[in-house]
């Protein structure tokens, strides 16, 4: 089984448009992550989520829009997408303080 | 703000030998943990080791172990008996126990090991 799942592992899609990705964790945890890899590998937190509450939105543009419906699932909505939006992110869940258990990443490519 | 620096973008070590990898944190706080984490070429982001800060022993996982120097904020990776399945990136990371600002991991750059025949 799956600890953490995100789906699609590939996105592939044009300027302007809107697109979702899916995360869900089967561990019982009780905080969830977006975090961004750049070209360069850097990651970088988005956002965090404590009991399906908003924790942590580190200056991430208003077309990024997480949602939490429970606390096994966050989900990330992207508006008009730009080039610059071109990254890996990655999904990741964890008991607040420790270590965080990853998903294997959505290859997003913005053309 | 916490920092984490990892000095070495890259680095290579022949297979069986012993590599160490470099991280330095910055922070003003006493409770916290720090990891290692590997990405292979495969993308998945893997938990390597763990330490806990008010732990004076340093963390030991099989192959892999940590120099853990607190005053000198200092937190190396060793890897043992080298193997190819260790190339990866590997990323030095810090969360916090204190305050709102427990509920992320702040990496750094970086490492590429390349672990030869």
Not at chain 1, 36 to 52: G, V
Not at chain 1, 80 to 88: I, N, P, Q
Not at chain 2, 69 to 91: C, P, R, V
């Amino acid at each position: 089984d799956t600890a953490v799942s995100q789906t699609p592992k590939y996105l592939v899609t044009q300027m302007g448009n809107d697109k979702s990705i899916k995360c869900e964790q089967n561990l019982g945890h009780d905080t969830m992550y977006w975090y961004k890899q750049d070209s360069k590998k850097f990651l970088k937190i988005m956002f965090s989520y404590n009991n399906k509450e908003l924790i942590i939105n580190e200056t991430v543009p208003n077309r990024f829009s997480p949602k939490s419906p429970d606390k096994a699932h966050l989900n990330l909505h992207i508006n008009s997408l730009e080039l610059g939006d071109s990254a890996v992110y990655f999904c990741a869940s964890s008991h607040a303080n420790t270590e965080a258990f990853f998903g294997q990443g959505t290859r997003l490519t913005v053309v | 703000a916490q920092t984490v620096t990892q000095s070495q973008p890259e680095m290579s070590v022949q297979e069986a030998e012993t590599v160490t990898l470099s991280c330095t944190y910055d922070t003003s706080e006493n409770n916290y943990y720090l990891f290692w984490y590997k990405q292979p070429p495969s993308r998945q982001m893997i938990l390597v080791i763990r330490q806990e800060a008010y732990k004076q022993q340093n963390a030991t996982e099989n192959r892999f172990s940590v120099n853990f120097q607190k005053a000198a904020k200092s937190f190396s990776l060793k890897i043992s008996d080298s193997q190819l399945g260790d190339t990866a990136m590997y990323f030095c990371a810090f969360i916090s126990l204190s305050g709102g600002s427990n509920y992320k991991l702040t990496f750094g750059k970086g490492t590429l090991l390349t672990v030869n025949p």
